[in-house]
Nanobody, 123 residues
Framework: VQLQASGGGLVQAGGSLRLSCAAS????????MGWFRQAPGKEREFVAA????????SYADTVKGRFTISKDLAKGTVYLQMNSLKPEDTAVYYC?????????????????WGQGTLVTVSS
């Protein structure tokens, strides 16, 4: 399976962006799709995740109430709607897949990664 992330760009603080992550290849099955981000000089951190076949989701405290993860099973695509963006949300955003039967916030548990899309929030 391959993951292709898109939708990043430059936005002013308070604005919105929607990221997409399209999966090609094997998309059926029970797994977690997650979004992570990595800012310059910082470690990769968990943002949000969803179980693929059920409605279970999880969010980092820093984005809860501002970001929403969703999915389109028919298209094999997961989305990250980002509202009320802040300069500290600036990072490269990655989507990833984890075949564990729970939602993990640990990047090491995810074994398939997309290439990343840059989000820049100006103040």
């Amino acid at each position: 399976v391959q993951l292709q992330a898109s939708g990043g760009g430059l936005v002013q603080a308070g604005g919105s962006l929607r990221l997409s992550c399209a999966a090609s290849g094997q998309t059926s099955g029970s797994y977690t799709m997650g979004w992570f981000r990595q800012a310059p000089g910082k470690e990769r951190e968990f943002v949000a995740a969803t179980r693929w076949t059920v409605s279970t989701t999880s969010y980092a405290d820093t984005v809860k109430g501002r970001f929403t993860i969703s999915k389109d099973l028919a298209k094999g695509t997961v989305y990250l709607q980002m509202n009320s963006l802040k300069p500290e949300d600036t990072a490269v955003y990655y989507c990833a897949r984890d075949y564990n039967f729970y939602i993990s916030h640990n990047a090491n548990d995810y074994d398939v990664w997309g290439q990343g899309t840059l989000v820049t929030v100006s103040s």
